[in-house]
């Protein structure tokens, strides 16, 4: 490329940093990272009523936490600040004034009560609204009176009236307009303050940026900013609109199809690589069949080419299942520790059972369940019987288990065999004898009955753990030891046979 790269995310603090918002910056961050370019944060806050410091924060955390680094911006700075609109506005000034003198302005005396109302019989007659130009009629001795009069006013930029304007798209291809179509947009509001359209074009200039990649619904908004290019005789920059994403009902992703802040998939368990990895095939294609990609293959990959035009379908299974791989593949002192966490986060005073049993008690209880995992939240649900001995019991466990007589004798049988076992049988040292002999007393009531080795196991199992699933039994029961144990099946004894 000739020029060097520099691509911007620019968000409104107008809410968090949702899915969307987040695999538009991810693009336009494996761009330039790609391309040995630039990746710039800009703070849209000229929405003075809905932007807010602490959104303005979550956003930042949450670029954090997916592992977007981002060369100028907030916080780290640059030589193309400030990189928050609304410290922006002298600027914005300047460049309005040189419109005006250019004569490229006009302006509007319409309230917004009278274009709704105009735009209202537009659509009662089925027809496209676009401003009437009335107030471009006005000549120069009743605009002066009206201003004069300190009637508020709006400025305008006019559209031409024949031809079209066009761009070529970086991914949908050459996309134009008629400007007979074409509203003409409103640069600086009856308040004084400048739009969007106006705001964007002016920072992009200013900032040097060479490609604009965006979500779809900014593509009205091009026309209008190309027309802003144009009065200001600068160089329009290379547009790429990425498609939408969709739930599995193929309708706009919203809070009716689960989360959709990048933050509520952090809380809920999610891991920034899972999260890279996944947000990253979400409508674009390295050209093969792998979906587990490092950070750094990506990037090596990434171009603007392999975007779908379709629109990108969210599927939330699929990122579960992404998840768990990289839980699997996680080292295993790393998982401890975000693991721990979790459980803290829960409520379990894991000082006091690490006091109470060791830290290597602790971290195998934590192992134990590791590849089963499909999010980090999951640990709590799976581990939480060996730090609670108030159980809950499953409905569905107690009445196929726990409610037959030959249940109780099963109990009763494998409760003489763990009370004639010494306590040294638990020791850690000799983990693998332990089980063995865990197994003999279990399968030994089952062969000495005459019943099938299930229909003693499943009985222990929803006894000791309240679950009818879980780790395997003679673990499970090694790692509570022989006091737990026998207390909790002499508890369930109590509790459904009596």
Not at 104 to 126: D, H, I, M, V
Not at 147 to 167: K, N, Q
Not at 339 to 352: C, F, K, M, T
Not at 463 to 482: C, D, N, Q, V
Request: proline share 4%; charged share 30%; net charge negative.
């Amino acid at each position: 490329m000739c020029k060097d790269v520099r691509v911007r995310f620019a968000p409104s603090p107008t809410g968090y940093l949702h899915v969307g918002g987040a695999r538009t910056a991810l693009f336009n961050y494996l761009f330039a990272r790609h391309n040995d370019g630039s990746f710039i944060l800009r703070i849209e806050d000229t929405d003075r009523e809905r932007s807010d410091v602490e959104l303005v924060n979550a956003i930042l955390d949450g670029l954090n936490w997916l592992g977007l680094e981002y060369d100028e911006g907030p916080v780290v700075g640059g030589n193309y600040g400030p990189y928050f609109q609304s410290e922006r506005k002298g600027i914005y000034s300047k460049y309005i004034e040189i419109l005006k003198e250019k004569g490229s302005l006009y302006p509007c005396f319409c309230t917004p009560e009278e274009l709704a109302k105009r735009r209202e019989e537009c659509q009662k007659r089925g027809k496209p609204y676009r401003y009437d130009r009335r107030c471009r009629q006005l000549s120069k001795v009743e605009i002066e009176r009206r201003m004069r009069e300190g009637i508020p006013y709006a400025l305008r930029i006019l559209t031409p009236d024949d031809g079209e304007t066009a761009f070529d798209d970086m991914i949908r291809g050459r996309v134009s307009f008629k400007n007979s179509e074409l509203d003409d947009p409103i640069v600086v509001r009856s308040d004084g303050s400048p739009t969007y359209n106006f705001c964007v074009v002016v920072d992009d200039h200013l900032m040097e940026i060479t490609h604009v990649i965006r979500g779809e619904d900014h593509l009205s908004n091009t026309p209008k900013q190309i027309l802003v290019y144009n009065a200001l005789g600068w160089e329009v920059p290379l547009f790429a609109h990425v498609p939408l994403i969709l739930g599995p009902d193929r309708k706009r992703l919203s809070k009716r199809h689960g989360a959709t802040s990048i933050s509520a998939y952090r809380d809920d368990g999610y891991l920034p690589c899972a999260m890279f990895n996944f947000l990253s095939l979400l409508g674009w294609s390295a050209g093969e069949d792998r979906e587990i990609m490092s950070k750094d293959e990506i990037i090596e990959r990434f171009s603007i080419e392999g975007i779908s035009r379709s629109p990108a379908i969210f599927d939330v299974d699929k990122l579960k299942w992404m998840n768990g791989h990289y839980i699997r593949e996680m080292d295993e002192n790393e998982f401890v520790v975000l693991a721990e966490r979790q459980l803290i986060n829960n409520g379990v005073d894991l000082d006091s059972w690490k006091e109470r049993e060791g830290e290597q008690w602790v971290k195998r209880v934590i192992l134990i369940e590791k590849e089963k995992m499909k999010r980090m939240t999951d640990i709590f649900y799976l581990t939480e019987f060996f730090f609670n001995d108030e159980l809950e019991y499953e409905a569905r466990g107690v009445k196929k288990h726990l409610s037959k007589p030959e249940s109780k004798l099963m109990l009763l049988k494998v409760l003489d065999g763990l009370e004639g076992l010494d306590e040294r049988a638990f020791y850690p040292a000799d983990e693998g004898g332990a089980l063995d002999i865990l197994e003999d007393v279990v399968r030994g009531v089952a062969e000495s009955e005459g019943v099938s080795a299930g229909k003693v196991i499943h009985p222990v199992r929803v006894a000791i753990s309240g679950r009818t699933s879980g780790p395997g039994l003679f673990e499970m029961m090694y790692l509570l030891g022989k006091k737990r144990c026998v207390e909790r099946i002499n508890v369930a004894l109590d509790r459904f046979f009596t």
